[in-house]
């Protein structure tokens, strides 16, 4: 049996800042998506399945090989001993400090399940990727800058996961001062227009030179009274792939998938539907998202196997 190691980087034990609310909140999160995964391999019935856990976690899923960290060892150290002794590797571990690209480096691309090192990087800096993006004639947030109807604006760490930290103003100048203030603290802050409309996601299954559109997500997103941005779950496969709407999001995938030919395995894009100019991308997430969960069953479909699929053909191919 192929060994696979499943790596979600807050429930392995992974530090995590902010309220004790919201820490439990992003470790059910990554809980979550760590047994989807694992319990699509174990389901495959071909993979011997090992799930890095901790204390504050949940039990792994049944079937699955449980293994912790030791004392103080960090999670990419730990990943980087633990990578030699399986087939293949599959970490979800959010961008923020350059933290997917240290464990994408410290697996061999053999074994490793997801996007090159190129990818992740440009991905990372939300800034750098809408200027990369709209350079390929994508819509981004950046087209609506000098807009007159653009009344509000969004502040966001630049190498920020989901809505962690992140802001909206009612004008630029509160805007610049939150960014200006935020930086003179140290962080990486990214600056946009907050386009208004109807908040989506895609999720993508991404091989060499070709990109499926599995699903239209709707996200469910709210502000509080001082501008703060939640995260409150997101609903998958809402709209037909058949539809009109399907059509042009599985063409910007595409797009997308040719500015960013290194994208592989599952891949999430965030975007609005502006009611005039249709998609506009927001991000690209080079990992697995919350959307997984759920998704293989809702589309009758074993995606964790198709990954895995999908790397060994192209690691075949590669050899010939």
């Known amino acids: 049996m192929k060994r696979v190691l499943v790596c979600e980087y807050l429930s392995g034990g992974g530090s995590m ?52 960290p030791r004392t103080a060892e960090s999670a990419v150290d730990f990943v980087a001993r633990q ?43 939300k800034r750098a990727t809408l200027l990369h993006l709209a350079e390929a004639g994508i819509t981004t947030p950046l087209a609506f800058e ?17 809505a962690v930290d992140t802001r909206v103003h009612g004008s630029a100048d509160a805007a610049m001062d939150d960014w200006a203030q935020r930086s003179r603290r140290g962080h990486a802050m990214a600056i946009e227009p907050w386009v208004e409309g109807e908040a989506l996601s895609l999720s993508l299954l991404c091989r060499a030179g070709h990109t499926e559109l599995l699903s239209v997500n709707q996200q469910h997103l709210s502000i ?30 595409c797009r997308v998938d040719r500015a960013l030919p290194g994208l592989r395995g599952f891949v999430g894009i965030d975007l609005v539907w502006h009611a005039q100019r249709g998609p506009v991308l927001i991000e690209v997430n080079p990992r697995v998202t919350c959307a997984y969960v759920g998704l293989s069953r809702a589309l009758g479909r074993n995606l964790a196997a198709e990954v895995i699929d999908a790397h060994a053909q192209e690691a075949t191919h590669g050899k010939a």
């Open 224 to 253: 509080d009274a001082d501008g703060w941005l939640a995260y409150g779950g997101v609903e998958v496969n809402v709209l037909p792939l058949s539809s009109a709407r399907g059509a042009l999001l599985a063409a910007l995938a």
């Open 146 to 162: 000098h807009a007159p109807e653009n009344r509000r604006w969004v502040v966001k760490p630049d190498d920020g996961a989901g």
């Open 17 to 68: 800042t902010g309220s004790e609310a919201a820490r439990d909140a992003l470790l059910a999160m990554g809980t979550s998506m760590r047994d989807a995964i694992a319990a699509d391999l174990l389901r495959a019935g071909v993979y011997a399945v090992t799930v890095v856990t901790c204390p504050r976690a949940s039990l792994v899923p049944a079937l699955a090989e449980p293994v912790l």
């Open 83 to 125: 990578a030699d002794t399986h087939d293949a590797v599959w970490v979800v571990a959010p961008e923020t400090d350059g933290l997917l690209g240290q464990f994408q480096r410290c697996v061999d691309p053999a074994r490793w399940l997801g996007c090159d090192a190129a990818s992740i990087k440009l991905a990372s800096a």
